[in-house]
């Protein structure tokens, strides 16, 4: 029986990971649950979004299954998916696309995974105000950060069967910062002669995603570019609440949706779990679950086909209740 750390968040993230949770059971999943709820008003006003037991907890169990939390705006916070990623180096975000033909939209057999590099480029925050009219930003690419999340990349696509790994970039513009990712890409794909290596600004690939996102397999690039591209990958399949992602390093993993926390609808009864869960799925795999993950997986699959019990989101009438309830039905 594997431990993990569960942050419910605030907005939707409460009720969607209590059904996470609730659905794992029900599959057979062999985990137990440290449970905290972050990000709510009472850490806020105690100058904290995250109370410290929670670091303690995943700094225990090494396994972190995170809602979506808000950040508030114009209060001093940094965002906490930054700090997250920071403080535990969980340097890889690998965020899968994948169409699903019981959700329509314009684009059919999309299967792109995204590797995006998660503790530099202009996510490190450092800005500089140089005079009153002006303000300088940070852009920073080392040497080490890259080479680590493109050889992942490459690594994925040997272990995964997957034909292509393309790195996104704009060193034409940027010479030196996306230039050294951009060499250090050309120097590591020749370890992997397998495996078709290919790059493209990161203008271009935008373009090239909804005009024939088919010609993409796995992705690679600089943190900023890999945020910007891989909510644009969700649109293809349906949206950000169908898109998981997993937050990896080298000692802790985190999994998220990637989906913010819609206080608008909170409450309601019609959230879309889906993203957590799928992430959930990934956490499973993580863990050698590798089988609750896949009944998991196909129960989805099959009540998304039936179109009866999925939210409105999904352009559906059911709610999160009934999409749990169908869900477990057919685990």
């Known amino acids: ?46 100058g904290a979004l995250i109370p410290e037991p929670a670091f303690a907890s995943f700094e ?12 508030p705006i114009g209060k001093g916070f940094r965002s906490l ?14 965020r899968p696309a994948k169409s699903n033909h019981a959700v329509v939209t314009p684009f059919q057999n999309v299967d792109i995974v995204v590797f995006r590099e998660n503790t530099e480029d202009l996510y490190v925050g450092i800005e500089e105000q140089v005079d009153e009219n002006t303000i300088v930003a940070k852009k920073i690419i080392t040497r080490k950060a890259s080479e680590r999340i493109i050889r992942d990349a490459f690594e994925y696509a040997k272990t995964h069967g997957r034909k292509k790994v393309t790195c996104v970039h704009k ?6 910062t996306d ?41 690679v690039m600089p943190n900023l570019y890999g945020d910007i591209v891989s909510d644009l990958t969700s649109g293809l399949i349906g949206g950000l609440g169908l898109l998981p992602s997993s937050n990896l390093g080298s000692d802790y993993a985190m999994f998220e949706a990637v989906h913010g926390s ?14 957590l869960l799928w992430s959930a799925c990934m956490m499973l795999e993580y863990l050698g679950q590798e089988d609750v993950a896949a009944k998991i997986r196909k129960a989805v699959d099959e009540v998304l086909a039936e179109a009866q019990d999925i939210t409105p989101d999904l352009h559906g009438t059911g709610t999160t209740e009934s999409y749990k309830n169908a869900i477990i039905k057919h685990l």
């Open 171 to 176: 060193a034409n513009i940027l010479k030196m």
């Open 81 to 94: 998916n930054v700090t997250l990623r920071e403080k535990y180096d969980l340097y890889a975000n690998i």
């Open 60 to 71: 225990a169990t090494k396994v972190l299954l995170k809602s979506p939390i808000t950040t």
């Open 262 to 275: 819609a206080p608008d609808i909170a409450g309601k009864g019609i959230a879309n779990p889906t993203a």
């Open 1 to 46: 029986m594997k431990k993990i750390t569960v942050f419910k968040g605030d907005g939707i993230g409460p009720e969607i990971t209590d059904i996470v949770m609730e659905i794992m059971t029900a599959a057979g999943a062999e985990l137990e649950y440290e449970v905290f709820r972050v990000g709510n008003q009472e850490y806020l006003d105690h």
């Open 179 to 219: 230039g050294l990712f951009l060499g250090i890409f050309n120097e590591m794909k020749a370890e992997y002669p397998e495996i078709k290596a290919d790059d493209k600004i990161v203008d271009n690939v935008c373009m090239q995603l909804v005009m024939n996102p088919q010609q993409f397999d796995v992705m």
